[in-house]
């Protein structure tokens, strides 16, 4: 029986993006769990799914969906011989590009629907296999 490669998806809350993520890779076959890097600092009594040096450590590959958190997470954890990737993939309504800027009038569910998920399945399609 052949061993799972066990993926680690990354984003800044580990609510969203990365619990996406991780379902989506499950689906094609691979070991998952997520996590976010950032508490909510609107908000501090709002839950959020920290990462942990066990979660980083139990992973073959970690996937950071965005440019930005990548410092903080080799700042936090203990990253050595970890094979990292990178995509960029916002989830805010103001980032997208304009031409995008219709989308920004929806609901956040029909935005995750509509721009989120998509971008992370275009995304991470030019990185599968995972190894």
Not at 72 to 98: A, Q, W
Not at 103 to 124: E, G, M, S, V
Request: hydrophobic fraction near 35%; proline fraction near 5%.
């Amino acid at each position: 029986m052949k061993k799972k490669t066990k993926v680690l998806c990354v984003c800044a809350k580990g609510m969203n993006r990365s619990k996406y993520l991780a379902k989506y890779l499950r689906g094609k076959g691979y070991s998952t769990t997520h996590g976010g890097i950032e508490p909510y600092k609107e908000n501090p009594e709002w839950k959020w799914n920290p990462l942990s040096q066990k979660k980083i450590d139990w992973a073959d590959v970690i996937i950071v969906v965005r440019e930005r958190l990548v410092g903080d997470l080799k700042k936090k954890f203990k990253m050595k011989g970890k094979n990292i990737v990178v995509l960029n993939v916002t989830d805010s309504k103001r980032l997208i590009p304009e031409e995008f800027k219709e989308l920004r009038d929806l609901d956040h569910h029909n935005f995750q629907l509509k721009w989120t998920r998509p971008q992370l399945r275009k995304a991470i399609k030019g990185h599968l296999p995972l190894k």
